[in-house]
């Protein structure tokens, strides 16, 4: 009760002192033995936005109040969970956290409190956010992570898939995930998603899904076709490279997905050479000597300016009288005996090849990473290491869950 009264009078004394004594103290949820009042809620609010750089629209302010205050409870719990196990963490972690959103947000080295707080964003809302998320993390280390355990036949299981899926395509997305299992109305969740979708795009995707996504962040995963909800599979298969997806329900809520890049991934064969390759190409039906001078003199060019395939890529793009781009990993097998030469000729990854002649035109390869040698006990260490992380995922979503059920929480209407 005393830590609720110094709450309080310090929230009264700051906002006298600011010139908000208009402002009227509303308390919109208790959580256990903490507040979370109307003044903690504007400041979120306020994060929120400035964190992922969209309008500050009153619409679409009043239209995420009531996820961000359960946000706000979920921090609460989160850090009252670290509480209790004498969990702490250190000043450096909180600084290099700082540090690194500073870096996302292109601001000066030390700049992000001076900064935030000329915003109405007093930096006890930057530390409880950061500090939720580093406490939290340690509480499932604390709690999950050096608890999990995977059977052999888990284990054995998971490889196999792998295996024998191996050959689909893969597909990068990040995710924006509303729940429905909220004490919100069905109705506000799809207002929610839908005010989020209209404010995404390739640029702020992440940032939003960091503010505005419930359960365990998605970013930049790579999934198989096979281990998509189908209905999710059609959807994001009719997407290009940096497109959205419309908002899709399932039995868990609504989600909106970000194409990030897709792959075809090869046929897994023990001992096999795997090649990481790009190309520069220029059409050339019967290419005669003077073109293969010209081509040579262009690539004399790109030589000294290229050094690694992103680079090359780049410069493809810019470009329109050459193309190419990445091939991909592509098996000793499924190349062009030319190329195999080429490659097997020790080319240095990040430079480009002699002049490669074929009946479609002239090529020159670049190889993208060092030459890999397919090895069964490598990838099975690497799925082993996929199936763990899904574990501790989903067992820290339960642990929540069951923290939320256990506590004492009051929410009052807005």
């Known amino acids: 009760m005393k830590k609720n009264i110094k709450h309080l009078l310090f929230l009264l004394f700051f906002i006298i002192h600011n010139n908000l004594n208009t402002t009227t103290i509303q308390i919109l949820a208790k959580v256990n033995n903490q507040i979370i009042t109307n003044i903690d809620l504007e400041y979120r609010l306020n994060l929120a936005f400035e964190i992922s750089n969209i309008p500050n629209e009153a619409k679409f302010r009043k239209e995420i109040r009531q996820q961000m205050l359960n946000l706000l409870i979920d921090e609460n719990l989160k850090i009252q969970e670290a509480d209790k196990y004498g969990i702490l963490i250190s000043s450096t972690e909180v600084y290099n956290e700082i540090r690194r959103l500073e870096q996302r947000l292109g601001l000066p080295k030390d700049s992000l409190i001076k900064n935030f707080r000329e915003k109405n964003i007093p930096e006890i809302v930057i530390y409880n956010q950061i500090r939720g998320e580093l406490l939290w993390n340690k509480v499932i280390s604390f709690r999950i992570t050096n608890n999990v355990t995977i059977s052999n036949k888990q284990k054995e299981e998971a490889f196999q898939n792998y295996i024998n899926n191996s050959g689909e395509v893969e ?241 009052n209407s807005m």
């Open 171 to 411: 597909y990068n997305i990040s995710e924006i995930f509303i729940s429905s299992t909220s004490s919100n109305k069905e109705d506000s969740s799809e207002e929610r998603i839908s005010s989020i979708y209209n404010k995404a795009n390739s640029s702020n995707f992440t940032t939003l899904a960091q503010q505005f996504s419930d359960g365990v962040l998605n970013v930049n995963n790579w999934y198989r076709e096979s281990a998509l909800n189908s209905d999710v599979m059609k959807t994001i298969e009719s997407l290009k490279i940096g497109e959205i997806s419309k908002p899709i329900k399932t039995n868990s809520g609504l989600h909106i997905y970000l194409l990030n890049d897709k792959r075809k991934t090869k046929k897994i064969i023990e001992n096999e050479t795997i090649y990481n390759i790009s190309q520069v190409f220029f059409k050339a039906t019967n290419a005669d000597q003077s073109k293969i001078n010209a081509v040579e003199n262009k690539l004399l060019s790109l030589r000294k300016k290229i050094k690694n395939c992103a680079q090359l890529e780049e410069a493809i793009k810019k470009d329109d009288r050459i193309t190419g781009g990445s091939l991909g990993m592509l098996s000793s097998k499924s190349l062009d005996k030319r190329f195999l030469e080429v490659l097997e000729a020790n080319l240095v990854v990040g430079k480009l090849s002699k002049i490669i002649v074929t009946t479609d035109g002239i090529h020159s390869i670049m190889l993208c990473e060092s030459v890999k040698t397919v090895n069964l006990d490598d990838i099975r260490r690497d799925v082993e290491q996929k199936l763990r992380i899904e574990k501790i995922n989903n067992a820290a979503g339960l642990l929540l869950n069951s923290i939320r059920q256990r506590a004492l929480i009051e929410i």
